[in-house]
């Protein structure tokens, strides 16, 4: 345990702000993230639920999980853990969300490949995967969108998953322009506006039906 980053460094100071705010971040997001998954387990629906985000957010956080271990981060492996909670939602949708096309599933399971990447490159490689994925949540949140846009009704969408998002970029957000971090302080506003803009038109759909 004494090899990791966050122990070596515990005491009053980034990098130990930077690790409660994300185990705390994480939970918050954790139970989010079930709430979603029981909403569609318990209606038997995943209406206007994008397949491809939470395929994508999955996978994305099972492939964090070998990258903690190699940057010795109790931070990123604890983060890894949510993608559990995606999965829950991903096979909650494989199973009862209508009128998904074979080619988009292919598409979500396809993005599993990311995993054993991640854990046979070498370091440069690592760091150059992580950046690239990281953005790639950018891509794949509009699909979100999309899907709401599409089906022109809130369906089975839980917002508190986009709250819960636009809590974690306002906190990285700050931390980033803290530390100097620019690709985070691109990253986090665009995320914080593509949630809003989820949230708002959640809301709009679910008066509209009301």
Known sequence: MNSFVEIQNFGFNVLTISFLGTVLLTLLQMKSMYEQ???IWEKRKGESVSVLQFSYFAAYLFAIFPYGIAQQSVALIFNAFLGMFCFYVMVGLWRYKRGVPWY?????FSFFLMIPLM??????????LFSALLFGILVFST????ELMKEGK?????I???????LSNT???????????VPLM???PVMFVINWKIIRLAKEYSRATV
């Open 154 to 158: 809130a369906g089975n969408i839980t």
């Open 186 to 188: 691109i990253f986090n």
């Open 143 to 146: 699909c979100q969108l999309y």
């Open 37 to 39: 998954g029981k909403t």
């Open 104 to 108: 988009e599933w292919v598409f979500a």
């Open 119 to 128: 854990i046979f490159l070498d370091s440069d490689g690592r760091e150059f």
């Open 171 to 181: 906190f990285w957000f700050f931390y980033s322009s803290f530390i100097g971090n």
């Open 160 to 166: 508190n998953v986009q709250k819960m998002f636009m």
